[in-house]
C-alpha cells in the first residue's frame, strides 16, 4: 500500500506564497517522477511541473518564473514553491508519483488535493 499525503494549501492575497508539500509512504522501492497537478472549477485537471527522479524539470507555461517545484529524495516528498501568486491560480492541487513498490509494480499515484485560493 502506497500513500501520498499533502500539506500546505491555504488562503493568500494576490502576490503572495505558498509551499506545498506532498510525502510518500508505504511499501516503496522506487519513485520516479513526482508531479504537481490542479483543477479549478469547471475546468480540466491541468499538469503544473513535474521533477524526475534525477531532478528534470518541467512546467506549465503560465507558473514559470513564479513556481519551483523540488523534491527530497531521502525524504520521499516533493515540494511546490508558489510565488507571485495569482487569482488565476486558485484551484485544488494535487500531488502525483509514478512508484514502484516492493513487489516491483508500477503505478500512479495522487495525493487528496488541497485547495489554494488567491485572493484579488
Known amino acids: 500500500q502506497v500513500e501520498l499525503g499533502e500539506s500546505g494549501g491555504g488562503l493568500v492575497q494576490a502576490g503572495g506564497s505558498l509551499r506545498l508539500s506532498c510525502a510518500a509512504s508505504?511499501?516503496?522501492?522506487?519513485?520516479?517522477?513526482m508531479g504537481w497537478y490542479r483543477q479549478a472549477p469547471g475546468k480540466q485537471r491541468e499538469l503544473v511541473a513535474t521533477i524526475t527522479s534525477g531532478g528534470s524539470t518541467n512546467y506549465l507555461g503560465s507558473v514559470k518564473g513564479r513556481f519551483t517545484i523540488s523534491r527530497d529524495n531521502a525524504k520521499n516528498t516533493v515540494y511546490l514553491q508558489m510565488n507571485g501568486l495569482k487569482p488565476e491560480d486558485t484551484a485544488v492541487y494535487y500531488c502525483?508519483?509514478?512508484?514502484?513498490?516492493?513487489?516491483?509494480?508500477?503505478?500512479?499515484?495522487w495525493g487528496q488535493g488541497t485547495q489554494v485560493t488567491v485572493s484579488s
Open positions: 508505504g511499501n516503496i522501492f522506487r519513485i520516479n517522477t
Open positions: 502525483n508519483a509514478r512508484i514502484l513498490d516492493r513487489l516491483l509494480r508500477s503505478d500512479d499515484y
